[in-house]
């Protein structure tokens, strides 16, 4: 059963427009959630993450925006631009030392 | 500063034969993660070592699989014998600490094939 879900396998944006990706948690456990980005033939690299205790958090062009109540996610990313093609992983833990469960991703086509 | 080095980056094997990945963590990081991740999945951990105890390796199957990280710095994960359904990227990471605060740097992986 997954427990962290992205139901969109992909998502093709025009660059400057802005990219939306959603995850969907059913463990109500988990209280620390985190995206990360992934190139071919590279590792996944962290991109941002939030706390259960905000329902916001940003880092330049990315948001994320976390909604308990719904278990759901979102990654904002404004303005898309080409660079940001890529798989994201939504990947959520509860506090401590519990492994991190990842989605299936999300790939991203941000169209010059 | 360097990253997580992993090798080989590909490797192409028959069924039943052995298989060893090699892993070297960012200098300093106490924690190192084994993950695999199958075609069109999220990783999904191995296991997990502080120093040179493995401390969570519930999803390693361990008929199979062996890791060692014997002074607590580069890790081996083997496979003996490896079956159709190994095949996948076998990911390592590694973090300052164990908490899940504690961002990971993911090595590029070795994409094993066996056939």
């Known amino acids: 059963d997954q427990q962290v879900k992205q139901n969109s396998p992909s998502l093709s944006v025009q660059e400057g427009r802005i990219s939306i990706l959603n995850c969907d948690y059913t463990n109500s456990m988990f209280d620390y959630f985190l995206w990360y980005k992934k190139y071919p033939a590279e590792g996944p690299t962290f991109l941002i993450s939030i706390s259960s205790i905000k329902d916001k958090n940003e880092d330049g062009r990315f948001t994320v925006f976390l909604n308990k109540s719904a278990k759901h996610l979102s990654l904002h990313i404004v303005p898309s631009q080409p660079g940001d093609s890529a798989v994201y992983f939504c990947a959520a833990s509860s506090s401590g030392n519990t492994p991190l469960v990842f989605g299936k991703g999300t790939r991203l086509s941000v169209i010059a | 500063e360097a990253g997580v080095v992993q090798s080989p980056r590909y490797k192409i094997i028959e069924k039943k034969q052995p298989v060893a990945f090699w892993c070297n963590p960012i200098s300093g990081h106490n924690t190192l993660y084994w993950y695999r991740q199958n075609l069109g999945q999220g990783p999904e951990l191995l296991i997990r070592?502080?120093?040179?105890?493995?401390?969570?390796d519930s999803q390693l199957p361990k008929d199979r699989f062996s890791a060692e990280r014997l002074k607590g710095v580069d890790s081996t994960l083997k496979i003996q014998p490896a079956e159709l359904g190994d095949s996948a990227v076998y990911l390592c990471?590694?973090?300052?600490?164990?908490?899940?605060?504690?961002?990971?740097?993911f090595g590029p992986g070795t994409r094993l094939t066996v056939l």
């Open positions: 990471a590694s973090s300052v600490g164990s908490g899940s605060y504690n961002e990971q740097f």
């Open positions: 070592y502080e120093n040179e105890e493995a401390v969570d």
